[in-house]
């Protein structure tokens, strides 16, 4: 057995927690490479250590001196080391990025110094090689992972070293400088490196005992996800649910690795899994649901629209000349409705209704906005009748309008759209019909 840990930066805010982190590891030898995030809040009122070198990045911009937040930043880390009570230093690392900072001022440099340094850190803890990110994880000229270099660079150092510390979120640039995934890349580091290594599992430490079927802002105490597939995380992940990232499914998936979403603060709970395909029994239909607010449709009509070859790639086009992409588009035999992003869209709305005139000839366009989207997810609803009938009757005894219904062609989910200030109680209507 061969696992790969990933811990999240909650998990590594402190000496405390790392404590909890070195007795998980500890406590399964399997657990062989440690995919370490820079450090969290260690309270509401805290600041991440990825926004103080950020804010560095920024005063040195302006050509300004960052001694003083520096030596703040390096306060965090000192605290760490002398909480675990170890001979080791940061003093260097902090003269060669401070001088780096001030002579050249590079913001995904700024970004991936906070793994970087708690990379070190877990590396002396544990008394295991340090192996850094952007030695073996590599991007292209488009600044896509470079696949291929990749995991045969990275493939090799991990055979030679039995177990290792790789920090999170960062790898090396097609120009030789250090480049970042996007926020919360440390899961696809992890998922990149089980991959490399062919890990029997990837472990991935937060501060919840995984997915929940809701946002428990919304919904008290949600029931917990036992088993979710590959498919149904990324219809949740694309609709709001953020515990894991959404690309870190990818490395892994493939290979057929399963992902293990836990606690670190509850090591005992089973937390989430996250598999290409399952025969456990679902407790509940519905898998899990999501949403997000603030989306405009523009309802486009036109007289025999479905006899028009090409109509719909016109309409299209509209919003690509626009740099603008679409969510939905549920049709008619006379009518369509292009579903986006109210932010996106917004400042460019003029822009894109005259090209639809101009390319697709349409009856008229009509735009409105303050449209929130729930899915709801579930594998178990293709096998279930009514389950559509179930969700329509939640939501019309609360007295919600749907706005739009748009179900996929896997029958995986069902999004429903809604008023923004009905997005709230529809959830809740939702869970507790199929969930209770």
Same mark, same amino acid.
């Given at each position: ?15 405390e ?32 250590v ?7 990045y ?65 590396a002396?803890?544990?008394g ?11 991007f ?13 660079t ?19 640039? $097609?120009?030789?400088? /250090?480049? #970042?995934f996007?926020? &919360?890349?440390? +899961? ?6 089980? *991959? @490399? ?35 149904e ?6 609709m ?40 456990? $029994?679902?407790?509940? /239909?519905? #898998?899990g649901?999501? &949403?997000?607010? +603030? ?6 009509? *036109? @007289? ?20 603008i ?17 109210a ?79 009905d ?11 199929f969930?209770?």
């Amino acid at each position: 057995m061969k696992k790969v840990v990933k811990f999240g930066g909650s998990s590594l805010a402190s000496a405390e927690q790392f404590k909890k982190v070195g007795n998980i590891i500890r406590a399964d030898e399997s657990r062989v490479y440690v995919v370490p995030s820079a450090p969290g809040k260690r309270n509401s009122a805290d600041t991440k250590v990825t926004d103080m070198l950020l804010h560095a990045y920024e005063t040195a911009s302006k050509g300004e001196d960052i001694t003083g937040e520096m030596a703040a930043i390096k306060a965090r880390y000192d605290e760490i080391i002398t909480g675990l009570g170890l001979d080791f230093s940061l003093d260097r690392d902090f003269e060669e990025i401070t001088e780096k900072l001030t002579a050249e001022p590079l913001m995904d440099y700024a970004a991936s110094r906070g793994e970087f340094l708690n990379g070190k850190i877990m590396a002396a803890y544990l008394g295991i090689t340090f192996i850094d990110a952007a030695e073996v994880i590599f991007f292209n000229a488009e600044g896509n992972l470079n696949d291929y270099k990749t995991y045969k660079t990275l493939g090799q150092r991990l055979k030679e070293n039995e177990r290792a510390v790789i920090p999170g979120f960062y790898g090396m640039g $097609k120009d030789g400088n /250090v480049k #970042t995934f996007s926020r &919360g890349g440390s +899961d696809v580091t992890g998922s990149i490196v089980a *991959k @490399a290594c062919r890990a029997d599992v990837y472990e991935n430490w937060t501060d919840v005992s995984g997915f929940l079927v809701a946002d428990p802002r919304i919904v008290p105490n949600p029931k917990a996800i036992k088993y979710i597939t590959y498919r149904e995380l990324r219809e949740l992940s694309y609709m709001g649910a953020s515990v894991l990232h959404e690309d870190a499914i990818f490395p892994v998936r493939h290979c057929g690795i399963p992902i293990n979403i836990r606690n670190t603060n509850a090591p005992e709970d089973n937390g989430t899994w996250i598999v290409e395909s399952t025969c456990q $029994k679902q407790d509940y /239909v519905v #898998t899990g649901i999501a &949403g997000k607010k +603030d989306f405009c449709t523009i309802f486009i009509s *036109k @007289a025999m629209m479905n006899s028009e070859i090409g109509f719909g790639r016109k309409v299209l086009q509209a919003f690509e000349e626009n740099n603008i992409s679409f969510e939905h588009m549920p049709s008619g035999i006379d009518t369509m409705t292009i579903v986006v992003h109210a932010d996106e869209f917004i400042h460019k709305e003029q822009s894109v209704v005259s090209a639809i005139h101009r390319l697709a000839e349409p009856d008229s366009v009509e735009i409105e906005s303050g449209l929130a989207l729930v899915a709801v997810v579930g594998r178990g609803m293709k096998s279930a009748s009514g389950t559509a009938g179930k969700l329509f009757t939640a939501l019309a005894k609360e007295g919600i309008n749907i706005r739009m219904i748009d179900q996929g062609s896997s029958e995986l989910n069902i999004i429903i759209g809604v008023d923004n200030k009905d997005f709230e109680t529809a959830i809740k209507a939702i869970y507790n019909t199929f969930i209770g």
